[in-house]
């Protein structure tokens, strides 16, 4: 949007979806979600102390998304789209 361009807004925004799309469907996959709301939590303190290297290390590691991990999610939220399951 700030660039008033409406293609790339909408480019953006597809993308943003599809982004949101997959972590719902591997936080749901997830065994112990404690461990990625602990990512999320460290995050938030590294932030308010002042530590932007410790933040920025954390926060690459929290939007990373092992290839494998990502293809088990998009199998589980296309199967639960197309197939009327998902697991």
């Known amino acids: 949007m700030l660039t008033k361009n409406p ?4 480019i ?8 949101r799309f ?5 936080l749901e996959g997830y065994v112990c ?6 990512k999320q939590q460290a995050i938030l303190e590294h ?3 002042g530590r932007q290297e410790e933040t920025a290390q954390i926060f690459a590691e929290y939007l990373t998304i092992d290839s494998s991990e990502a293809e088990k999610a998009l199998t589980r939220g296309l199967g639960r789209i197309y197939l009327n399951s998902g697991h």
């Open 7 to 10: 293609v790339m807004a909408q």
């Open 12 to 19: 953006n925004n597809n993308i943003s979806a599809r982004i």
């Open 22 to 26: 997959l972590r719902k469907v591997m």
């Open 33 to 38: 979600k404690r461990a990625y709301f602990a």
């Open 47 to 49: 932030i308010l102390a």
